[in-house]
């Protein structure tokens, strides 16, 4: 089970038996539109607020994700959820409909493989069968919360990144066909000093960095044993900041090798700026793309390393630094094992 | 001053920040003054045109036609705000476009737009001023200041 310091290695293997991606109107005309389940026209969802709107769309991830699987709402045992809005009201009010047990996650933009990885610990340590995880973020919503109101005319730096409007969701089971989850590393809490809530990618990549090294230490392997290190969404400028630190600590990666979800999701000509964020991001890009190639078999061995930023806006006016954090999950398919 | 913040940083973090801010990309600062200010000084033509055109068609003179120029101005820039244009231009022209009164009109219009959910008088009425609340705060108050400056030099300075 515990491998080294910080590292769960998944011994019965828990399944990924099934997932789904909702998106809103931006993510249609992204990159990888055609990975989504659903995408909605309309950022609102047919709801009287956007918040309201990020509830439905992370239900119609999970009630999604659930069918693919194959099994029944009421076998599914635990619901682990969690995003960015006060209290975690969207996850909270969608597992009021949904009627499961529920355990509220923060972890930030690092939700998703927070919850992921706690969900392979549960059922590979035989607490469950069926975990339902996932992670939501609606740009309107997030930004009301975090940043200007939407329509306020302030200029963004080339640093800034838009929050990715989507919600994800995984079935983790015990027994079943899908892509394996082998072993999870936890991270800690890396605090660099850095203060602009404009540039969320700089201050997340030695995050990802210290989680990245740590799993490799601790599983006592290459980076090159995996075809694909994704993180969640660090961004141009957190991204090349991270893989440049990676390379000065002798972790050299390749372009292809080692990728972002927040570079993955959009097109290059849509304005958003350093690239896509929010808890929804990693969520929607591996529960949704990256799954979707794995099967396909374009690569067999993926690490995902979802970073997250644990500011609060009351924090940054009170000029407090940025503590951010990243998960790392891996997941594996047809290896052969 | 930038020493003064780096002292509480360990050596690490100032290492990591230096690392960092090379890699950031930086604000294009000359760009983004030009842009500033032709779109400013494109909104002050408007302006302009509007005032002559209150001065030409009714019944205000250069001084009197200040007022109605502004509103106009501001019903213009908040039209745009509800048309989800404004945020644009903002983009594009940074200070250009929120430094002229427009700005401030959008900056209220913005946050009423955004906390509309809230309802009419929590969310409307107690976040409008959320951004220009301190303009106007700071706006009367050196305003009172300068006054009283004024005021006293003139009064008992005999200047």
New interface residues.
């Given amino acids: 089970m515990l491998k080294g310091h910080r590292t769960w290695e998944f011994e019965n293997k828990p399944v990924i038996l099934g997932t789904a991606a909702v998106g809103g109107p931006f993510e249609a005309q992204g990159k990888i539109a055609d990975d989504f389940d659903f995408l909605h026209a309309d950022l609102w969802a047919e709801q ?4 309201k709107a990020q509830t439905v769309l992370f239900e119609e991830s999970c009630n999604k994700a659930i069918e693919k699987a194959g099994v029944r709402k009421e076998d599914i045992q635990f619901i682990l959820a969690g995003d960015l809005i006060n209290q975690l009201t969207p996850s909270t009010f969608a597992c009021r409909t949904l009627g499961m047990p529920y355990l509220g996650l923060f972890g930030a933009c690092s939700t998703s493989m927070e919850g992921l990885a706690l969900s392979a610990f549960l059922v590979n340590g035989k607490g469950a069968k069926y975990v339902l995880t996932g992670s939501s973020s609606h740009n309107a919503a997030n930004e ?1 919360q975090f940043r ?12 800034a990144q838009w929050t990715v409007t989507g919600a994800g969701s995984a079935v983790v089971a015990s027994v079943g066909e899908g892509p394996q989850i082998t072993s999870a590393t936890i991270g800690r809490v890396v ?4 203060t602009d809530p404009f ?1 969320m990618g ?1 201050a997340m ?2 995050a990802a960095v210290d989680t990245i090294e740590a799993h490799l230490r601790d599983r006592q392997i290459d980076a090159s044993y995996y075809d694909l290190i994704v993180t969640g969404d660090l961004g ?2 957190g991204y ?2 991270a893989r ?2 990676l390379e ?1 600590h002798g972790v050299s990666l390749s372009e292809q090798h080692f990728q972002d979800c927040g570079l993955l999701i959009y097109k290059d000509d849509q ?1 958003v700026l ?1 690239g896509g964020s929010g808890s929804g991001c990693s969520a929607v890009v591996v529960y949704g793309h990256l799954l979707n190639r794995m099967k396909k078999g374009e690569f067999k061995k993926m690490l995902v390393v979802a970073t997250g930023a644990l500011l609060s806006p009351l924090s940054f006016q009170q000029k407090e630094s940025i503590p951010c954090i990243a998960h790392a999950v891996s997941i594996e398919y047809g290896g052969g094992s | 001053m930038a020493n003064k913040k780096n002292k ?3 050596p ?3 290492e ?2 230096k ?3 090379e ?6 600062v000359f760009k ?1 003054c030009v842009k500033a200010f032709f779109v400013g000084g494109f909104i002050c033509l408007i302006g302009q045109f509007i005032s002559s055109f209150y001065i030409y068609f009714f019944d205000f003179t250069e001084r009197s036609a200040g007022n109605p120029t502004v509103a106009t101005l501001i019903f213009i820039s908040m039209l745009l ?2 048309l ?1 244009v ?2 644009r ?3 594009f ?3 250009g ?2 430094v002229p009164v427009t ?1 401030f009109g ?2 209220v ?3 009423c ?3 509309r ?1 809230e309802g009419f008088v929590l969310g409307v009425g107690g976040n409008m001023f959320k ?1 220009a609340g301190s303009v106007i705060l700071f706006g009367v108050f050196s305003a009172f200041v300068i006054a009283t400056v004024k005021t006293i030099l003139i009064q008992w300075g005999g200047l």
Wanted: aromatic share 8%.
């Fill in positions: 009287d607020s956007y918040e009301k200007y109101p939407t329509e306020y005319g302030g200029q963004k730096p080339p640093t605090d660099m000093g850095l540039n700089g990549a030695p141009r400028i090349t900041v440049d630190l000065k304005p350093a | 509480k940083l360990t690490v973090q100032q990591y920040q690392f960092q801010s890699r950031e990309a930086k604000r294009p983004n705000t509800g989800g404004y945020d231009i903002g983009q022209a940074g200070a476009s929120a700005g959008n900056s219009v913005s946050a737009i955004e906390h959910t951004l």
